[in-house]
């Protein structure tokens, strides 16, 4: 596993934040930051994603963050993650991964407009952005990259040779399960299903309660969309990513993706153990198979109907 931190955006943003408020900001200080290796590749992913993003832009929004308080807690959100022990992070994220996961990813944290974390392939190189958030709780950033590294250590494990015996359209499918990455994350980040999968944010916290209410809803949405794969109802790739990527952004940016990837998540553990949910991540037919397996179980024990993956998906394995 190799792990590399690129530090030089972040710092050469609060240089130039006291600069700006010293009014001893210079050509020279802007260019050196537009130079850095970490604003170079933010941009970089920006414009591959194509987002807005310029030189000029991004000294704009830099230039009306130029306040004491701002500086002062950007500075102390930027010692906290340089004290968190990667190691315990890595540790706890194989807990929710199979034994043959890596990470071979370089983490840059950066201060930007939009305070979304992600991980982005560039010419074949795993990086993790992860934005800094003025007076951010070191537990908050250690979620963070418990997180976006469960991503990065899934990806490694995902291998479509194993599922080339299946037809076409279920190939597409499987490679869509992926999706539900991002409640396996949400769990890891966590540490297990016993704990609130939004733990900092109160206002996100709420979202999330009345999200996870419309579970029945989003899980149909998803099988909705599952069966027009297998179907091969979409024009082309571009249209079936559209619907995909609707599905990840809706309610209030907490994806169906989300809460129906948490939510089954949460139930094959609770009913048949980490192991079976790991075997999900191993291959990704199981979370069809155990999460059906699972609900019927925890149906029964709980006195609920939440509804179970239809035969035209289990039939296809």
Partial sequence: MRIEIIY???EDCLDLLNKTLESTARLSDWNRLFQTRGFKLLKKRELEMENSFSDSEFQAYLQSQANKSFVHSYMNSLQHFKDIDLLDIQKKVMKYLPKKAFFNTTIIPVIKPKKNSFVHRIEGESYLFTSLEPDCLKAKLENKLIHELHHIGLDSVYDPKK???LDKNTQKMI???NAFGEGFAMLAAVGGPQYHPVPFDETAKEVWDENIKNFEVDFNQIQRFLFSILEGQ???DKALKAKGMELMMN??????WHTVGWKLSVIIEAVLGRKALIDCMED????????????EIYNNKHGLKLPF???KIINQF
């Fill in 163 to 165: 599922y080339q015996t």
């Fill in 251 to 256: 309610n209030g940016g907490q994806g169906s």
């Fill in 8 to 10: 030089d955006e972040v």
């Fill in 284 to 295: 990704l037919r199981n979370v069809y198979l155990n999460y059906n397996k699972a609900v």
């Fill in 309 to 311: 993956w239809d035969e």
């Fill in 234 to 236: 979409f024009e082309d």
């Fill in 175 to 177: 490679e869509w399960t």
